[in-house]
């Protein structure tokens, strides 16, 4: 009987042939059966005179039950009703890259303030669900690096220029008396920042830092558990003692530190503690007040639907509390001289090549160039389970809800180039960590949002190690109009897992790209956007990237602003003027309707709001 039924059964299910043109082939395909439940599988089927033959039947999902007709037998009433649904994770969406020194503010520079709030009021009015910020660390302040948050002197900390005093004054540690003449500055210079806001924050008797450190009730608590966080004091604690001695001793790197200190002895660190307790419970302090500004702006975001894209730098620098308290992660010889140093070979940015961290062979090399970044040593490393790079994206995580790995290519083929060398050309491609980088970080803290930067030149072992993690790549529609119909960059070579710019921090804004390209070039981009010359370049390309079929979608807020090369942000391999431009003084969010109304219509066309 039992093999009868059995039987019955198999004659009555659908087999494969039959489903080739059944409307119901693709739920059919995800069946999972068991051949040892048949019988009793057969016991669930009900029978109806005139009536189709139900049965249940589970998905691949485990958490999905459908009941499906046999093959021949009417569908249900609402049928047609069984529309396929969206997942949330392929939502088109575009957004505005922006850092925040670029807001308006009363003290030389953009901050986490009111303005900040501003920004992400209008961002939502434009129907953006995207902010995208540059590296939030503090940019070193020796060596000329310019406020650049690519040569940061720590890649952990936040840069505490950023601290709004109106917020402080909220929060009860500054007075509103207290607060410095308002300076009207329409490009940030650091050093002028830095000795209006060091003073109130940090330095000095009775200000910010040190009245909350002396300080009672919730705020305080709040600080002590900050510093308790295990995933926050793994590297604060190496943070402040970098601070203290540098502070001290003031040289040129820590290659020039005396050697207790140098290489770290408990007893030259305890030394530091007892003379330095004061400034490291000050630096402390900052690093919270800059903690708790950022989280109240991005928990602001999220409230608005807004999600936070950071920028994370490859490479860190060699002057640095990264390299200092983890020597044997990086390629430097027993002394601690760097071994080999980053960089890219001849790209279009340089005939040459870039050294990372430096800026050309004029530059007076010191006896250790610090300010090169020196390479990983990736077989240390991965012996090591990849802690270091554990701990930064768990940081990571912590800032942003995603975030950009500038030069992924590193991670599969590095350009290396011995610190002794003049120019990057004169370096060689090793191999990357690769795939077992990627594997220890997702055993460690899970899934991660990150987006490749995979520009330049781009092997096929990149392309595959960008696939095997699942991670978007970038596209930059500046430049795909230089050559052929193959061009990656063009709209129509795009892929749906990829966010493209207009242009990108490197780039000249749209404006000023147009107003220095070829003729030859420029008939390229008309024909293929099929515009004049007499309309306006960046709303254009805008509108060209916001109907790729890429899910994401980020404009720089020069292009918004339609700006010319004086709003450019960074001109790569150059050291001076860069990194200061901020919105026009006559610009306002509020006066910026106009372009949110504009910008909200493009994205409703193309399906991004």
């Keep these: 009987m039992a093999m009868a039924m059995s039987m019955a059964m198999a004659m009555a299910l659908p087999n494969s042939q039959s489903l080739k043109a059944s409307p119901v082939r693709n739920l059919y395909s995800e069946l999972v059966y068991v051949s040892s439940s048949v019988i009793s599988a057969f016991s669930r089927f009900r029978f109806q005179a005139k009536a189709s033959m139900n049965f249940t039947c589970r998905l691949k999902s485990n958490s999905v039950y459908e009941d499906l007709p046999a093959v021949g037998e009417d569908l249900p009433p609402d049928y047609e009703e069984w529309m396929p649904k969206k997942d949330p994770k392929d939502r088109r969406r575009a957004g505005i890259l922006l850092h925040p020194t670029s807001f308006r503010g009363p003290y030389g520079i953009g901050d986490l303030g009111e303005e900040a709030y501003r920004f992400l009021d209008w961002l939502q009015e434009t129907g953006c669900s995207v902010w995208q910020v540059l590296p939030l660390v503090p940019p070193g302040r020796k060596g000329d690096e310019d406020g650049s948050p690519y040569s940061g002197q720590d890649a952990n900390c936040g840069n505490t220029l950023l601290i709004s005093l109106e917020e402080l004054v909220k929060d009860g540690l500054l007075m509103k008396e207290e607060l410095p003449k308002p300076v009207d500055a329409d490009r940030v210079d650091f050093s002028t920042v830095a000795n209006i806001k060091d003073p109130l924050i940090a330095k000095g008797t009775d200000w910010a830092a040190e009245r909350f450190i002396l300080s009672e009730g919730e705020l305080k608590n709040q600080f002590e558990d900050f510093c308790r966080d295990p995933e926050i004091s793994s590297w604060l604690e190496d943070a402040a003692y970098f601070a203290a001695i540098d502070e001290t001793l ?14 770290r002895h408990l007893s030259a ?8 307790r004061d400034f490291i419970n000050i630096f402390l302090a900052q690093q919270f007040l800059f903690e708790r500004q950022w989280q109240k702006l991005h928990n602001y975001a999220k409230m608005k639907g807004i999600k936070i894209m950071g920028d994370m730098p490859i490479y860190v620098g060699y002057h640095s509390a990264d390299v200092w308290a983890n020597k044997k992660q990086f390629s430097l010889n027993r002394r601690g001289f760097p071994l080999l140093v980053s960089g890219v070979p001849p790209d279009a940015f340089s005939e040459t090549g870039q050294l990372w961290g430096r800026w050309g062979p004029s530059k007076r090399f010191c006896q250790v160039d610090f300010l090169s970044c020196p390479l990983y040593d990736w077989k240390a490393m991965e012996r090591d389970g990849f802690s270091w790079w554990i701990r930064r994206i768990q940081r990571a995580q912590n800032l942003y809800d995603e975030f950009r790995i500038d030069h992924f290519r590193g991670f599969a083929g590095y350009w290396a180039v011995p610190s002794e060398a003049k120019f990057a050309m004169d370096g060689r491609w090793k191999v990357g960590p690769g795939k077992s980088l990627f594997d220890a970080i997702f055993r460690a803290v899970g899934k991660i949002n ?3 930067e995979d520009l330049g030149v781009i092997t096929e072992d990149v392309v595959q190690l960008r696939k095997y993690i699942g991670a978007p790549g970038m596209a930059v529609l500046q430049f795909g109009f230089g050559s052929d119909a193959d061009n990656p960059h063009l709209p129509h070579n795009h892929e749906q897992n990829e966010v493209v710019y207009t242009g990108t921090h490197d780039n000249d804004t749209t404006r000023g790209w147009w107003d220095m390209i070829e003729q030859e070039e420029k ?52 050291q001076f003027g860069n990194w200061s431009w901020r919105l026009p003084s006559s610009t306002t969010f509020d006066e910026l309707e106009p372009e949110a109304k504009k910008l909200r219509d493009m994205l409703s066309v193309y399906g991004r709001l």
């Design 250 to 263: 003031n040289t040129i790197s820590w290659y020039d530190w005396p050697e207790p200190l140098k290489n």
């Design 269 to 276: 660190l305890e030394e530091i503690y007892q003379s330095k």
């Design 450 to 452: 990150i987006i490749a």
């Design 523 to 574: 008939s390229n981009v008309l024909k293929y956007l099929k515009i004049t010359g007499e309309e306006d370049i960046s709303w254009a390309l805008m509108r060209a990237a916001l109907t790729s079929v890429a899910q994401t979608v980020i404009i720089p807020m020069q292009d918004v602003l339609q700006l010319g090369s004086s709003a450019r942000m960074n001109i790569p391999a150059t």
